[in-house]
């Protein structure tokens, strides 16, 4: 069975530029998170997608966005960029019922901004 | 506001040995507590995890004890082993929210 894709692997801008990062969840999970992992501020929650809606949203400004679309893969998009957008952007997702908590992790998308 | 902290930073261990990592929390709505492994340019993969009505379990080398009325959980590697060697998350989910929490890691070495 395939994990969590993300695509690209690496994307390099330059700030005020647009990003785009796309993750694909594990067949049958319904649930898409994202996460930032930057130099020293460790895994913070971005943004969880169920069923095409945004549930949540974690302390990061507006110009983080996304969507989920009904095939139920994901795409985040981070507008405006800044020097300290640089990061690994992580994707997971995860399915309903009993092991609905545990998420799966992606292999990131590495996000410079120059 | 960091919810659940994470100790040590860093350990390093003799191949065979046990590595011991500890974590607690504030949030007593955390009900899922799982540990992830991440290896350099890799993403976080899922260990083992624990609900709160279980104060131990075991997967191979790999144990979490869980202590509900000190808000403390740890994670136990017995004889370990350099290919252990990677960056140990422990992590909290809170339902309502559904996102996981994460301490700071711990990036852990093994000698051979």
């Known amino acids: 069975e395939a994990g969590v894709t993300q695509s690209p692997t690496h994307l390099i801008k330059t700030r005020g530029q647009q990003a785009t990062l796309r993750c694909s969840p594990i067949?049958?999970?319904?649930?898409v998170y994202w996460y930032q992992q930057a130099l020293g501020l460790g895994l913070q929650f971005l943004l969880w997608?169920?069923?095409?809606?945004?549930?949540n949203r974690g302390n990061f400004p507006p110009r983080f966005s996304g969507r989920q679309f009904p095939n139920y893969s994901s795409e985040l998009n981070v507008n405006a960029l800044e020097l300290e957008d640089s990061a690994l952007y992580l994707c997971?997702?995860?399915?309903?019922?009993?092991?609905?908590?545990?998420?799966?992790f992606g292999p990131g998308t590495r996000l410079t901004v120059l | 506001q960091q919810q659940v902290k994470q100790s040590p930073q860093s350990l390093i261990v003799q191949k065979g040995g046990i590595s011991i990592i500890n974590c607690a929390y504030e949030?007593?709505?955390?009900?899922?507590f799982p540990w992830y492994q991440q290896f350099p340019g890799k993403g976080p993969a899922l260990l083992i995890a624990?609900?709160?009505?279980?104060s131990e379990k075991k997967e191979g080398r790999f144990t979490i004890s869980f202590n509900k009325s000190a808000k403390q959980f740890s994670l136990h590697i017995m004889d370990s082993q350099p290919g252990d060697s990677a960056t140990y998350f422990c992590?909290?989910?809170?339902?309502?929210?559904?996102?996981?929490?994460f301490g700071g890691g711990t990036r852990l070495m093994v000698k051979p």
């Open positions: 997971a997702s995860s399915g309903s019922g009993p092991m609905g908590n545990e998420q799966f």
């Open positions: 067949s049958g999970h319904t649930s």
């Open positions: 997608y169920d069923e095409g809606e945004e549930r």
């Open positions: 949030n007593t709505a955390f009900d899922y």
């Open positions: 624990i609900r709160p009505d279980v």
């Open positions: 992590a909290a989910i809170d339902n309502a929210g559904n996102m996981l929490t």
